[in-house]
């Protein structure tokens, strides 16, 4: 049983590797390349370290945030990554993220697949304060990678300030202190011409 055991954790760690493949919109800082899920996995991940004192909740579970994060993309291994601001992508987005999520975490030990699905089921319901706060940051993180490169992606793909407003406006859901800050960074890119105006 213990031999079983281990044998699908690592056929389950082998399996989300692949998140190391899926390419996102937002852009590394420094090379300009695009992020990988890996990459923004680990990043929020940290930055939510850095950031919890921010949280509106003072009581916040820091490590339910954490494993939230951790797993809230291994999905996209299959149902592939929906930009943010792809109205016509996210109509299904659920769905098929949905079925991601038996598959992957179905390859883990039962006990361990049925709580890294409720984590993720609560992270994607946005009802408890980590959920929140975990939804913060996954906003946050990619926001202050496009302000911090001239808003390469909203460029890209034409989102107007006002899409990236009402978007990210959902921070303030976790952290009213993150969200002030986010707006003032989205007026300066406005301001710098990094993302329309209007719209």
């Known amino acids: 049983m213990t031999h079983e055991r281990?044998?699908?954790?690592?056929?389950?760690?082998?399996?989300?590797?692949?998140?190391?493949?899926?390419?996102?919109?937002?852009?590394?800082?420094?090379?300009?390349r695009a992020e990988n899920d890996a990459e923004h996995s680990w990043h929020i991940c940290l930055?939510?370290?850095?950031?919890?004192?921010?949280?509106?909740e003072p009581g916040l579970?820091?490590?339910?945030?954490?494993?939230?994060?951790?797993?809230?993309?291994?999905?996209?291994?299959?149902?592939?990554?929906t930009f943010a601001y792809d109205t016509a992508r996210m109509r299904d987005q659920h769905e098929r993220e949905a079925r991601a999520a038996d598959r992957i975490?179905?390859?883990l030990p039962a006990d361990q697949a049925s709580e890294f699905r409720a984590l993720w089921d609560e992270f994607e319901e946005k009802g408890t304060p980590e959920s929140k706060f975990a939804g913060a940051m996954d906003r946050f993180q990619p926001m202050l990678l496009d302000c911090s490169t001239q808003g390469a992606a909203w460029k890209r793909h034409s989102v107007p300030a006002a899409r990236v407003l009402e978007r990210n406006g959902f921070i303030a859901e976790g952290s009213s202190?993150?969200?002030?800050?986010?707006?003032?960074?989205?007026?300066?890119?406005?301001?710098?011409?990094h993302v329309g105006g209007s719209g």
Do not use: P
């Open 6 to 32: 281990l044998e699908r954790q690592i056929r389950f760690i082998l399996e989300v590797d692949k998140l190391k493949e899926v390419l996102r919109q937002t852009l590394c800082t420094q090379s300009r």
């Open 47 to 56: 930055a939510t370290i850095v950031l919890a004192e921010h949280a509106n």
């Open 61 to 81: 579970d820091v490590l339910r945030v954490l494993k939230m994060l951790i797993i809230h993309d291994l999905v996209e291994i299959d149902a592939g990554d």
């Open 105 to 107: 975490f179905g390859l």
């Open 177 to 193: 202190v993150l969200w002030e800050e986010a707006a003032r960074m989205i007026r300066r890119a406005v301001e710098a011409g």
